[in-house]
């Protein structure tokens, strides 16, 4: 079973806090992403790297950002994070990105700006 | 772009009676997968099943799912839930021509009662 690590679990941060959400696998896959889960609208991709420097915009990438620093390690950054950031913030991976290819999820980080 | 409706949010069931989730699906492409995540509470999202074939049946774990190009579906479907079947449930696709991405439904809750 592939294995995703996220860190932190939860976060509270203030609206214009600095906040980065970290992810790494150890499965050597080349693909990963970061969705954002809110009731009502599913899994939301946020944005995704196909590799080491690689970055690629999701469907809602506004006021994130992301890097991918090596092939396991894939971070999100909120610079001035905003109560509407408020979300459950789950990071995947894939060995490759197309086709039926599986994503395995990590467990989430829940994230507050008050 | 490419998109999933799962119409019901919620649904209920008595435990040892079928159920059926929908969903349906928009692309402009033909290369495209299709899969149920499901997410047990305070879990990650998994894999329930996935497809590509059209008019072919996958099961997994007592669920099964056909894609019917026809008309556009890929429902979820059990003959007989269970109390452990309470769940998350998404249906997503991947277009490989578009970027490689999973989009990912509303999502739909199933619950089972007694």
């Known amino acids: 079973e592939a294995a995703v690590t996220q860190s932190p679990r939860n976060k509270v941060t203030v609206t214009g806090g600095n906040v980065t959400l970290s992810c790494r696998q150890t499965?050597?896959?080349?693909?990963m992403y970061w969705y954002r889960q809110d009731t009502g609208h599913g899994l939301r991709l946020i944005h995704y790297?196909?590799?080491?420097?690689?970055?690629q915009i999701g469907d809602v990438p506004d006021g994130y950002k992301a890097t991918r620093t090596t092939q396991e390690d894939f971070f999100l950054l909120l610079e001035l994070a905003s109560p509407s950031q408020t979300s459950l913030y789950f990071c995947?991976?894939?060995?490759?990105?197309?086709?039926?290819?599986?994503?395995?999820f990590g467990a989430g980080t829940r994230l507050s700006v008050l | 772009g490419d998109s999933v409706t799962q119409t019901e949010g919620l649904v209920t069931v008595t435990e040892g009676l079928p159920v059926m989730l929908n969903c349906t699906y928009q692309?402009?492409?033909?290369?495209?997968?299709f899969f149920w995540y499901v997410q047990y509470l305070n879990e990650a999202p998994k894999l329930l099943l996935r497809?590509?074939?059209?008019?072919k049946r996958t099961e997994h774990q007592g669920f099964h799912a056909t894609l019917h190009k026809s008309s556009s579906s890929f429902h979820l479907q059990k003959s007989s839930v269970q109390l452990s079947d309470s769940a998350l449930y998404y249906c997503?696709?991947?277009?490989?021509?578009?970027?490689?991405?999973?989009?990912f439904g509303q999502g739909t809750i199933l619950k089972v009662y007694l």
């Open positions: 497809s590509s074939t059209d008019n």
């Open positions: 790297s196909y590799g080491a420097g690689n970055l």
């Open positions: 692309t402009a492409y033909s290369d495209v997968a």
């Open positions: 995947a991976s894939s060995e490759t990105g197309g086709g039926q290819n599986t994503l395995y």
């Open positions: 499965n050597s896959h080349n693909y």
């Open positions: 997503a696709l991947r277009a490989t021509s578009s970027g490689q991405k999973l989009v």
